[in-house]
């Protein structure tokens, strides 16, 4: 049972556009999200999060969505440079749960020059 | 400074065969995690630990056991391989237990292979 869904596996997008990653949640307890980003052989690194009680999240070039209604959390990368190609993965927790994260599958995002 | 570290990198070794992967972290967070990263690319947890508990993933076959010598380290005990155990493993930490930002911090994983 995946109770938090990227449903697609890659995107590729020309550098200085706009990079806009999806993330699905079926677990309405969820109330705190994140995003991860990974590079070949190393570990995830955090990159943002969002808590349930807000609905937009800013911090640089990166801007996290969420639509509680929905179950459906967005990442917005403005403007999209090289460096950002990465798996990017998305992560759901619950308050009071130890803090397990949940994580979708990934999404390998291509920035070309 | 590498804030979490895994040792090793790669391990290749032969179904049947007992193996620890050791896990250390530099930031002097509370809690320590495993997870596995499957042939799907899934995170999945498998424990998560401090110094006064252990919550174990109920998926995970008790062949799979943490062991924590002192709060900087978590390492990971896996008797009786098997094929379906080859995986990559993170380690990753923590600042806080059950509250406050849960943002973790990941070590660079180990890829086990068993033949």
């Known amino acids: 049972d995946q109770q938090v869904k990227q449903n697609s596996p890659s995107l590729s997008v020309q550098e200085g556009r706009i990079s806009i990653l999806n993330c699905d949640y079926t677990?309405?307890?969820?109330?705190?999200f994140l995003w991860y980003k990974k590079y070949p052989a190393e570990g995830p690194t955090f990159l943002i999060s969002?808590?349930?009680?807000?609905d937009k999240n800013e911090d640089g070039r990166f801007t996290v969505f969420l639509n509680k209604s929905a179950k459906h959390l967005s990442l917005h990368i403005v403007p999209s440079q090289p460096g950002d190609s990465a798996v990017y993965f998305c992560?759901?927790?619950?308050?009071?749960?130890?803090?397990?994260?949940?994580f979708g599958s990934g999404t390998q995002l291509t920035v070309l020059p | 400074d590498t804030a979490v570290s895994q040792t090793p990198k790669y391990l290749v070794t032969q179904m049947g065969n007992d193996k620890s992967i050791k896990c250390e972290q530099n930031?002097?967070?509370?809690?320590m995690y495993w997870y596995k990263q499957d042939s799907k690319k899934f995170l999945k947890i498998m424990f998560s630990?401090?110094?006064?508990?252990l919550i174990i993933n109920e998926t995970v076959p008790n062949r799979f056991s943490p062991k924590s010598p002192d709060k900087a380290h978590l390492n990971l005990h896996i008797n009786s391989l098997e094929l379906g155990d080859s995986a990559v493993y993170f380690c990753?930490?923590?600042?806080?237990w059950g509250g406050g930002l849960n943002e973790a911090f990941f070590g660079q994983g180990t890829r086990l292979t068993v033949v």
């Open positions: 930031l002097g967070h509370d809690t």
């Open positions: 969002i808590s349930s009680i807000k």
């Open positions: 990753a930490s923590s600042r806080v």
């Open positions: 992560a759901a927790s619950v308050t009071g749960s130890a803090r397990q994260l949940t």
């Open positions: 677990n309405s307890m969820f109330d705190y």
């Open positions: 630990y401090n110094n006064k508990e």
